[in-house]
């Protein structure tokens, strides 16, 4: 996906990165990017170990509470 199709995403998105991931990129930079968008940092996780950690599961039962 390119910076700007990225820059049309028109619904809300969560972007949820672990703090240690070497993969994924900037979380802030990409929120940047998307319109409306949340950043969640997931401190001291990875790539593979984010989606277990309990600060991800209660972000994003927030995020999509607040969806409703």
């Known amino acids: 996906m390119t910076k700007d199709q990225a820059a049309e995403i028109a619904v809300p998105v969560l972007i949820a990165v672990g703090k240690s991931d070497e993969i994924a990129g900037s979380a802030e ?3 940047k990017i998307i319109p409306g968008s949340q950043v ?4 001291n996780r990875d790539h593979m170990r984010a989606v ?3 600060v991800y599961k209660a972000g994003v039962l ?3 509470t607040q969806r409703k």
């Open 40 to 43: 969640l940092n997931i401190p």
């Open 29 to 31: 930079a990409l929120g």
């Open 62 to 64: 927030d995020f999509l």
């Open 52 to 54: 277990g950690d309990k």
